[in-house]
């Protein structure tokens, strides 16, 4: 059986082994001669969900995701709200979300059925990955530090 | 010719550009069927250095520098301020010092020498590296922000 084309996403800022654990399950759905496209969350997208920008900025975040070893290619997410579009650039056989992306399978797949695009969606399970898994735990884990001692260590 | 053992070391606390080149232009030290082998400083290193902890633990820093396509492995620091013991174990041909990485390159050579150890002390360049290339930024950026907002982000 020849390899797939899984595409994944996020914002990947600060990488932790959340980041790692995701991506590497995704690449395993590709199999050998697959290849796992990752799609970086533009900063404008990430202000906009979360009324703040991102510490990286995007094409930083980019380099960092791709110098990955299960990582074959990112690239940087597109400047409309409508996913098809990327979708048809990149003609995943599987897109893979992550535990805890929120989306709606059902309605992405009727969207991507009436694009005429094939791809099945698939979410990943929550794998155990110990330590620091969040960039938000990160952050406060720098803002704590500094609090209590009036430095950025 | 056959490839070689490079030894590349550092703290690799919050990963960002400068680490991908630095490891980068360490590896192509080595060749084609050499290997990258990288020390990372241990918490207790990282604590005595700068009065304060890591922002990510060593294992957890261990696993996302291994994580990147050109490392071929990485592994802790040894508890011991003699540095040739963890040198003696690795027995790279060359250890790559980064631009920044303060280290007397006679001394060390010095004292190699006279346990025996050969190898050679190079100290890459600061090659260009756009973008958020130090820890110290990288946390004083999320400080700031902090500071700014009254939020983590």
Same mark, same amino acid.
């Given at each position: 059986m020849s390899g797939k084309t899984i595409l994944a996403a996020g914002k990947?800022?600060?990488?932790?082994l959340g980041h790692l654990a995701y991506l590497q399950q995704a690449r395993e759905l590709?199999?050998?001669d697959g290849k796992l496209v990752v799609v970086i969350a533009l900063d404008s997208t990430i202000h906009g969900e979360r009324g703040a920008p991102p510490v990286f900025p995007q094409e930083q975040r980019r380099r960092l995701v791709e110098a990955? =070893?299960?990582? %074959?290619e990112a690239v940087l997410g597109y =400047?409309?709200? %409508?996913?098809?579009s990327i979708v048809n650039d990149v003609k995943p056989d599987i897109i893979a979300l992550g535990y805890d992306q929120h989306a709606d399978i059902d309605e992405l797949e009727e969207m991507f059925v009436r694009e005429g695009l094939k791809c099945t969606i698939v979410r990943l399970e929550k794998r155990e990955a110990d330590g620091l898994c969040s960039s938000t735990l990160i952050r406060k884990r720098i803002i704590d530090y500094y609090r209590d001692n009036g430095t950025a260590r």
């Open positions: 990947f800022d600060i990488l932790h590709a199999g050998v990955l =070893e299960f990582v %074959d =400047e409309t709200r %409508d996913q098809t």
